[in-house]
């Protein structure tokens, strides 16, 4: 899964618009979707924001999570 289809799947999961995680992180409707779909990637800042808003691990977005399962 990827970062965009992350946000998108956890935000789904809060009962989130897009309007609304932008409100509560900062950053437009627009910059949401862009992240999403993979158009653009958040900031170290907005995605840690982007977190904890939507009470996930950034090591579950960035998909660190995975990787440690990988290689163990």
Known sequence: MTLGEKIKTARENRGMTQNQLGAAVGVTEQA???????????????????????DVSLD?????????????
């Not at 949401?32 to 939507?54: C, D, M, N």
């Not at 579950?60 to 163990?72: D, M, N, V």
Request: with cysteine.
């Open 32 to 54: 949401v979707y862009y992240f999403e779909h993979g158009l653009r990637v958040p900031s170290v800042q907005t995605l840690t924001e982007i977190a904890a808003v939507l």
């Open 60 to 72: 579950w977005l960035c998909g660190l999570e995975e990787l440690k399962k990988e290689r163990a």
